[in-house]
Every structure is written in C-alpha cells, then in structure tokens.
C-alpha cells in the first residue's frame, strides 16, 4: 500500500496552465503505476491519464491528448500532470491513484476499479 498527496490545484484562467503533484509515501515509479483522475460533483470518476511502470507506457484520455503530460520525477516519489491550454471543461477535483504492475486500463484509460490506493484530491478550476 503507498500513501498519496495531491497539490497544485487552484484556479486557472482558460488558456493557462497548472501542474499538479502526487508525491507518494514511498518510490513508486519502479513498481507501480500512477494515474490521474478527475471528477465533477454528480459525474462519475473519469480517467484522465496513467503512466505505466513496466515500461513507462503513458496513456491519455482524448480530451488530455495533445495538452496534458503525466510524468514522474528523477527521485521516484512524486508524479506530475502538467495541464496546459486549460478549458472550463477541465474544471474538477484531479486525484492520483496507484496500483502494481500495468495501468489497468479499459478503453484505453485508466480504469478507477482497478486502483486500490488513493489521494484525497485536489480542486481545479477554470474561469475567466
């Protein structure tokens, strides 16, 4: 089990950027992957992008593709999504998760049933 803490939210204007970090209990990016997900309140948990441990396999939700980068830092205990281009849309509470092994995806997203250790979140908002 790893412990995760999410930061780096706040509010955007649309067009800006924000870079949001999980920094975990312990190394992560050796053995387990690392997603990120978002959610609006009334909406179901979507996912939004995932890096895979395995071999560093990086997937992305379409609407992540092209403007938002996950990646992990040199020390192994901190994972990032880097959003930029930000819209309205992309306004809700952004969580990491982890899991072992393979992102876990379906559809070619993560999947938030198969990710057992969860951040308690951390809010974005886009407005002008």
């Known amino acids: 089990q790893v412990q995760l803490v999410e930061s780096g939210g706040g509010l955007a204007r649309p067009g800006g950027s924000l870079r949001l970090s999980c920094t975990a209990s312990k190394r992560i990016s050796d053995t387990y992957a690392v997603a990120w997900f978002r959610q609006v309140p009334g909406q179901k948990r979507e996912g939004v992008s995932c890096?895979?441990?395995?071999?560093?396999?990086?997937y992305y939700a379409y609407f992540a593709k092209g403007r938002f980068t996950i990646s992990t830092d040199d020390s192994k205990t901190t994972a990032y999504l880097e959003m930029n281009n930000l819209k309205p849309t992309d306004t809700a509470v952004y969580y990491c998760a982890a899991r072992l092994g393979r992102c876990g995806n379906v559809g070619g997203v993560p999947f938030e049933g198969a990710f057992g250790d969860w951040g308690q979140g951390t809010q974005v908002t886009v407005s002008s």
């Open positions: 890096r895979s441990s395995t071999d560093g396999s990086t």
